[in-house]
């Protein structure tokens, strides 16, 4: 899905750009250079999950008012499912999908990015960060493409739509360095 368009003058033109106005009054652009492929069914996943969890909450005392009925063992471990379905569950789906990068916005007036995540309440959240302040790590996390601000981040190749911006945040335009640095896993000799 990396598409880039040509206007009428042959310039590079990208199919989704947000106007924005600067102080002077001037126009910008500022550019939608990436959707997430998945964020519908990540904010379906976790309304569903809070559905549910209200669901649970709210018959807790009618299980609970039925426990003397069902016995103590049976009563308890109803109350552990009941409960890790109301509880934990939101909890691990926000663990896994809070790293996911649902939209990222270019300015290229003050040549700054903004990423939007979605919160633990379907709340959008947006952080703000230059192209310096990335992180490729050598060996990837579960769930994490690169790291902002030591916060890890999950984006999907086929979610750019600026196969030049794809390769400025994934670092790729960045000649590679093939020195080896010295101190790093060799023992010193001693004299």
């Known amino acids: 899905m990396l598409v880039e368009t040509n206007d009428e003058k042959g310039n590079k033109a990208f199919p989704f750009c947000l106007p924005s106005r600067n102080q002077e009054g001037g126009t910008n652009e500022r550019e939608v250079m990436y959707t997430g492929g998945l964020t519908k069914q990540v904010k379906n996943l976790k309304a569903f999950s809070f559905a549910t969890s209200i669901a649970g909450i709210t018959i807790q005392p009618i299980i609970f008012q039925k426990f003397h009925e069902i016995g103590f063992g049976a009563s308890l471990s109803m109350a552990g499912i009941v409960g890790f379905f109301t509880f ?83 670092k790729l335009d960045v000649p590679l360095d093939f020195e080896i640095e010295e101190g790093k896993g060799e023992k010193k000799e001693s004299t």
Do not use: C, N, W
């Open 88 to 170: 934990v569950t939101p909890y691990l789906i926000h663990t896994v999908t809070k790293r996911y990068v649902t939209e990222m916005i270019y300015d290229p007036t003050t040549d700054t990015y903004t990423a939007k995540t979605i919160s633990f309440f379907l709340r959008k959240k947006e952080m703000t960060f230059t192209a310096r302040d990335i992180e490729v790590p050598d060996v990837p996390g579960m769930f994490t493409t690169i790291k902002v601000h030591k916060k890890p981040l999950l984006l999907t190749p086929d979610g750019f739509y600026s196969k030049k911006q794809y390769l400025r945040i994934m």
